[in-house]
């Protein structure tokens, strides 16, 4: 309608120029402009869907701003699903990670995550969330229904939802174990030659604690030979979880044979040495997993702070602050506090008239108290600096009615023969073949500078470095 007026009124102009004998400039430019327009008035009726689209839902309209459109919403980690189905989510720790953060990140109500805490903690203790643990949460919906995590290596806490409230109970960490073996020549480090052969630092650990008093891992010599037979633990959803427990050991130096077979003594399980004899009664000769040791036992040394010299009843293991202490043995809390020039410390009581003592710890674990027993192997506090000290370390201290020994030459003779000897001599045998079915030829290799950090995730505050 527009072109048609346009047109019209052009018509008018050219008759009226014509009358005067002369045809209007403005005619002329009209003309020009109604050309113009027919040609569009073609084109639109031609392809009606160039006509100008409406605005795509969910972006900003014409004239508004959209700075807020195009900001990608912050996602909140609630279940995947909608519906009502049941489903697990499965959350790797992160460092600094803790539970009420994963609960607040799946958008869950602060009422809901403090019931949620408060029973795990009922259930697992004062307990921190560690790196690389794993915690599953159950969903029916966007409901929670429970919650899993895998507290160390074989145990893991579940708090589930029963009748309108939570409860909480332990169960063994589910996991497929299959046989490993390897084998080792020293070249100038045992712990250097194990972890050139592959054998995880769990493993390692076990041996120095189960050969400790077999063999002088500070002492070695090239060419010592050694092969181990362990476990090795999968989940059942195919995750590699740490190594399980020892099945057989052996060093061979040489002068001597050094041998462990985990063994079932009428119900008991216990490492066994070559002749039958019991292993695991004795004391732990490291009670700090793998710390480079700084002062040797000593009858005088030269005291860093007092600038005397004075005996040094007992061994100094250097590790950061923090790192676990455990006890070395079986037994009872005699003393456990402040006490004087040796800063926090522990004290005791074995069997036989035996003591240990352990000095300048950081804390002490709060289960320990005068009269409580403990258990080889338990921990019983930390690596610290209190008292004398000039850096973190453990002062660690054996003695037998009063008299102090060296507790890394000390022979505690706490064993006892197994209770069957020729099934024993059976399943001797038994794990021997397999270890020789299962081990690849050592390699000798050159030795290269290696850091060890041979404690469990949850307790591995900080790399040690091994210096035997």
Request: glycine share 8%.
């Amino acid at each position: 309608m527009t072109v048609c007026a346009v047109g019209c009124g052009l018509s008018l102009l050219y008759v009226a120029g014509k009358e005067n004998g002369v045809v209007p400039r403005v005619y002329l430019r009209a003309r020009t402009m109604l050309a113009g327009a027919v040609a569009l008035a073609l084109c639109v009726s031609a392809h009606p869907a160039s006509a100008a689209p409406k605005p795509a839902r969910g972006l900003a309209k014409p004239g508004k701003s959209t700075s807020a459109t195009h900001r990608p919403k912050r996602s909140v980690a609630r279940s995947d699903k909608s519906t009502g189905a049941a489903h697990t989510v499965r959350r790797t720790i992160q460092s600094g990670g803790t539970l009420t953060g994963v609960l607040r990140e799946f958008g869950l109500s602060p009422r809901q995550i403090n019931e949620w805490d408060e029973s795990m903690r009922v259930a697992a203790g004062n307990f921190r969330l560690s790196p690389g643990h794993v915690l599953n949460l159950r969903f029916n919906g966007r409901t929670l229904t429970s919650l899993s995590y895998e507290v160390d290596d074989c145990m893991r806490v579940i708090v589930e939802r029963h009748a309108g409230e939570l409860r909480g109970r332990w169960e063994p960490l589910q996991a497929r174990v299959k046989l490993a073996a390897a084998e080792g020549i020293v070249v100038k480090s045992f712990f250097q030659a194990a972890r050139q052969a592959n054998i995880p630092d769990k493993i390692v650990s076990q041996m120095a604690d189960i050969l400790g008093w077999e063999y002088d891992f500070r002492r070695v010599q090239p060419n010592d030979r050694f092969r181990v037979l362990y476990e090795r633990r999968i989940s059942a959803d195919g995750r590699a979880l740490p190594p399980g427990k020892i099945l057989a050991a052996e060093i061979r130096g040489t002068q001597r044979v050094a041998q462990a077979f985990y063994f079932d003594d009428n119900g008991q399980g216990v490492y066994v040495d070559g002749k039958g004899r019991t292993l695991s009664n004795g004391f732990l000769r490291y009670p700090v997993e793998f710390s480079r040791i700084t002062s040797h036992y000593s009858k005088a040394r030269f005291h860093p702070i007092l600038h005397v010299s004075r005996p040094h009843n007992g061994v100094d293991f250097a590790a950061s602050t923090g790192t676990p202490v455990r006890a070395a043995g079986d037994g009872m809390i005699a003393s456990a506090g402040r006490n004087g020039d040796y800063g926090n410390h522990i004290e005791i009581r074995h069997e036989n008239g035996w003591s240990t003592t352990y000095s300048h710890l950081n804390s002490i674990a709060s289960v320990v108290h005068p009269g409580q027993p403990v258990k080889q192997g338990q921990i019983i506090g930390t690596v610290g600096q209190t008292g004398l000290a000039t850096g973190p370390h453990l002062h660690f201290a054996l003695y037998r009615n009063g008299q102090y020994s060296n507790p890394l030459t000390a022979k505690v003779e706490l064993r006892r023969d197994v209770r069957d000897p020729k099934r024993f001599a059976s399943a001797k045998q038994a794990l021997l073949r397999q270890i020789a079915s299962l081990v690849r030829p050592a390699v000798r290799v050159d030795p290269i500078p290696v850091m060890v950090a041979a404690l469990p995730l949850s307790q591995r505050p900080a790399p040690v470095t091994l210096t035997f």
